[in-house]
């Protein structure tokens, strides 16, 4: 099974999605080759002290995004880690539905970049994030 057929598989319900989505309410909700798509209800569960979303909770989710749709273009045995993670937060969320959509924009033989574009119910920018990530290979990509 390839890792697209693994995420396919979480989005059908053939297969359980990571426990840190059912923590925090991440939902894979779609994927291609170099693109993935989660959302997330916001709510009350996701509010920092001041009331408005949690900026790590958007972090998560970007973050989930750019991961899967980086993971997508690998080779079997390949895996990958975050290097770096930037995030810039445009518009506080309190409540409603979120949807990141992350792209891989370049994909190098060791290292590759994604964005990711959070948007809230209205289609409005919410959060825009880039992420470096690297390729893992052989005892490497063991286990991960």
Known sequence: MTKLDEFRAIITGEAPGPPVGELIG???TAIEKGQATFELDAGPQ???PLG???GGILCDLADAAMGCAYASQLADEESFTTLELKI???KPI???RLVAVATV???GRSVGLSECKITDRHDNLVAYATSTLVTLRG????GR
């Open 26 to 28: 991440l939902r894979l």
């Open 46 to 48: 996701h509010a920092s």
């Open 52 to 54: 408005t979303m949690h």
């Open 88 to 90: 810039n937060f445009l």
């Open 94 to 96: 309190w409540e409603g």
């Open 105 to 107: 924009v370049k994909a």
């Open 139 to 142: 005892d490497a990509a063991k």
